[in-house]
């Protein structure tokens, strides 16, 4: 069983979610809505505290995908498995995901939301791992930028585990 040390605690985790709500919100008119799509699974949680953090004015919608096989995708070519329940065009549309690592799936993910005629598109992502990009994609809004580690926790997960840590961390065997 492999144990986890943690990286980036629960308290550093929701007040830098406060600072980066409050920089989206003066980021748009007061008066317009600002949708929210989060990527699943990895993005539920960070989803679920920034829409706390955020005014009325927050709508949302969840996506979910996975890559073809996580070795052979040089292409960056995601399967949508659940789309978004309703459209975008001449929305604000804010991508949340768990984190930008290589970049290919965010890039892939934004070029076909963007098909979708959105008012704005942005991408929110908790954590970025620069140091492993493989594409040059925008993150508009980036918690945390971390070293190459293989982090869980806090939506992200380990072959479906430790998604449920209220903390980011790195597993040790
Ligand atoms: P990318 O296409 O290489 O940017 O990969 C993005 C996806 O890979 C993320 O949405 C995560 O699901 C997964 N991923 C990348 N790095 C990690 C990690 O350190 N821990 C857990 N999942 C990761
Ligand atoms: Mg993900």
Request: charged residues 25%; hydrophobic residues 40%.
């Amino acid at each position: 069983m492999a144990t986890t040390r943690v990286l980036i605690s629960q308290a550093e985790i929701q007040h830098r979610i406060g600072t980066l709500a409050a920089e989206i919100e003066k980021d748009y008119p007061s008066t317009e809505e600002i949708h929210l799509v989060a990527v699943l699974k990895g993005g539920f949680m960070f989803m679920s505290d920034l829409v706390r953090a955020m005014s009325d004015r927050v709508t949302m919608d969840f996506m979910a995908v996975s890559s073809y096989g996580k070795d052979t995708t040089s292409s960056g070519q995601v399967r949508v498995l659940k789309d978004l329940d309703s459209n975008l065009e001449g929305r604000h549309v804010i991508v949340v995901e768990d984190i930008v690592d290589t970049g290919l799936t965010l890039h892939y993910l934004q070029d076909l939301l963007k098909a979708r005629k959105p008012k704005t598109m942005k991408t929110a992502c908790l954590l970025s791992k620069p140091s492993r990009r493989k594409v040059d994609v925008t993150v508009d809004y980036i918690g945390f930028t971390i070293d190459d580690h293989f982090v869980v926790g806090y939506g992200l997960d380990y072959a479906e585990k430790y998604r449920n840590l209220p903390y980011i961390a790195v597993l040790e065997q």
